[in-house]
C-alpha cells in the first residue's frame, strides 16, 4: 500500500531554516513528487515539485529563491528545505506523489497528485 509520511516541521522564527522530508513507500517509483501547503483558513497551495524525468523542478513565485525540493530515488525521499522562511510561511505541509508523467496544470492544482500525505506542521514566529 502506498504510503507518504512526512517528517521535519517545527517552530522556528522569521529568517530561519527547515527542512522536511517526505517517506515513500509502497512503490518503487513515482514519477512525480511535490510539496503544498494548507495555511489556516486558507485553502491548499502549491510549493513545488520535481519530475524524475530530468529532475525537472518547479517553484510557487512566493517561494521562489528560498525554498528547494530534492529527491533521493535510490532512498525513494523528497526533501523539501526551506530558507529564509517569513511568518506567512506557516501552514501545514504536503508531500504529495503520482505514478505517472502529469501536465503541469495537473501538478499545481493538485488534481493530478494521486497519493497524499497527512502533513507536517511549520510554524514561523515572528
Known amino acids: 500500500q502506498e504510503q507518504l509520511v512526512e517528517s521535519g516541521g517545527g517552530l522556528v522564527q522569521a529568517g530561519g531554516s527547515l527542512r522536511l522530508s517526505c517517506a515513500a513507500s509502497?512503490?518503487?517509483?513515482?514519477?512525480?513528487m511535490g510539496w503544498f501547503r494548507q495555511a489556516p483558513g486558507k485553502e491548499r497551495e502549491f510549493v513545488g515539485y520535481?519530475?524524475?524525468?530530468?529532475?525537472?523542478?518547479s517553484y510557487a513565485d512566493s517561494i521562489k529563491g528560498r525554498f528547494t525540493i530534492s529527491r533521493d530515488n535510490a532512498k525513494n525521499m523528497v526533501y523539501l528545505q526551506m530558507n529564509r522562511l517569513k511568518p506567512e510561511d506557516t501552514a501545514v505541509y504536503y508531500c504529495?506523489?503520482?505514478?505517472?508523467?502529469?501536465?503541469?496544470?495537473?501538478?499545481?492544482?493538485?488534481?493530478?497528485?494521486?497519493?497524499w500525505g497527512k502533513g507536517t506542521l511549520v510554524t514561523v514566529s515572528s
Open positions: 520535481t519530475n524524475s524525468i530530468g529532475g525537472e523542478t
Open positions: 504529495a506523489a503520482a505514478r505517472f508523467s502529469l501536465k503541469m496544470a495537473q501538478v499545481v492544482t493538485g488534481d493530478g497528485m494521486e497519493y
Open positions: 509502497g512503490r518503487t517509483f513515482y514519477s512525480v
